[in-house]
């Protein structure tokens, strides 16, 4: 007879988690000078993915993420989301506002899902694999969207970035991989219907917002 003690796996800590969520990546792990630093590398094509956690200040406390995220050059100007459903959602369907439905049901009843532009939104959630990676999760928030005004500053109104993130400190390897695979995924079909170019963002240009071809 087993013995579920023996058999439950140790606890990872999070820098041992961000290392097997790289090796199962067959990514690169980037030690940082504190292990909150720490990052995962993935080059996918001409993207490259980062894997990190980051730290929100509300004034009174704060909220540590989890996140992938990777720069794209956009073809055009198109934002999209994907969160989890809460009660406020399902107050707005009473009055009709249902975010956009892409055939899913399963998945249109886990989150909501909003665009910029609804048929380059159901172009992207075409493709089954995205959608798998999206509801293997527990729950996460899919965006792509402009960057900081900031850095839009430095890179012009052409780069924008693809996030998956999750409130709190993910220290299971596979969850963290399918983020990095999730942002993979997003990349590759918004190459394929024609929102993004199939080129690396280069450090010290700026991109302006075209329709080049």
Do not use: C
């Not at 969520?21 to 980062?50: C, M, N, Y």
């Amino acid at each position: 007879m087993s013995n579920p003690e023996a058999d439950r796996k140790p606890e990872l800590n999070r820098r041992e988690a961000f290392q097997a969520a790289a090796a199962e990546l067959d990514a690169t792990f980037v030690e940082g000078k504190r292990s909150f630093r720490d990052e995962v590398h993935l080059q996918h094509g001409p993207w490259r993915i980062v894997l990190d956690t980051y730290v929100v200040s509300t004034g009174q406390t704060t909220i540590t993420y989890t996140r992938a995220r990777a720069l794209y050059l956009a073809r055009d100007d198109f934002t999209f989301r994907v969160s989890p459903r809460h009660l406020f959602h399902r107050i707005g369907e009473r009055f009709g506002f249902y975010g956009l439905l892409v055939g899913d049901k399963a998945l249109e009843h886990k989150y909501k899902i909003t665009s910029s532009n609804d048929r380059r939104g159901r172009s992207l959630m075409r493709d089954r694999r995205l959608r798998e990676l999206i509801m293997v999760q527990p729950s996460l928030r899919l965006d792509i969207r402009r960057l900081s005004w900031g850095r839009r500053r430095k890179m012009g109104d052409g780069v924008r970035a693809v996030t998956v993130q999750t409130e709190g400190v993910i220290k299971e390897p596979d969850r963290l991989a399918n983020y990095v695979r999730l942002v993979a995924a997003t990349l590759d079909q918004l190459a394929r219907v024609g929102g993004a170019y199939h080129e690396a963002v280069a450090e010290g240009r700026t991109y302006v917002l075209s329709r080049r071809g």
